[in-house]
């Protein structure tokens, strides 16, 4: 009867695990747009795709609140993001299997995620839509490697 109950156990455990979505962190400086943007459409396109991954957003300078821009561009896109910017912490890089960065990680934060530089994405001109369109074309190439690699 306890074998029974340890495979049992054992069973939940490993389908939970499996469960799990795969991390992503995306970061910018003040985590109240670009990454922002970025987590909000990379959770929206994995999920189409049917990609067992997840994105948060995170800033190493964080505002206060979203870039009011960024919060009424999501409006419109149907996206409503609950969160205001969060600082970039170890604990983030836990259990994640890639790190997007649109800013530097600050100095002395280190960590074995691997991490891609996408801080060619400039602001351009501040336009949310401009802005989310250079993300988004940068999130395919993302998905389709995290697709091949699945």
Known sequence: MKTILVITIFLLFSSHVNAQKKKVVFVCEHGAAKSVIAANYFNQLAAERGLNYEAVCRATVPDSTLNPATRAGLKSDHIAPN???KKL?????????RIILFTPLPKGFETSVPFEDWSGVQNIDASYS????AIIKKLYILLDSLEKDK
Do not use: M
Request: aromatic residues 0%; proline residues 6%.
């Open 89 to 97: 912490t170890l604990s983030d890089t836990v259990n994640v299997e």
């Open 130 to 133: 401009h802005r989310k369109d």
């Open 83 to 85: 969160l205001n910017p």
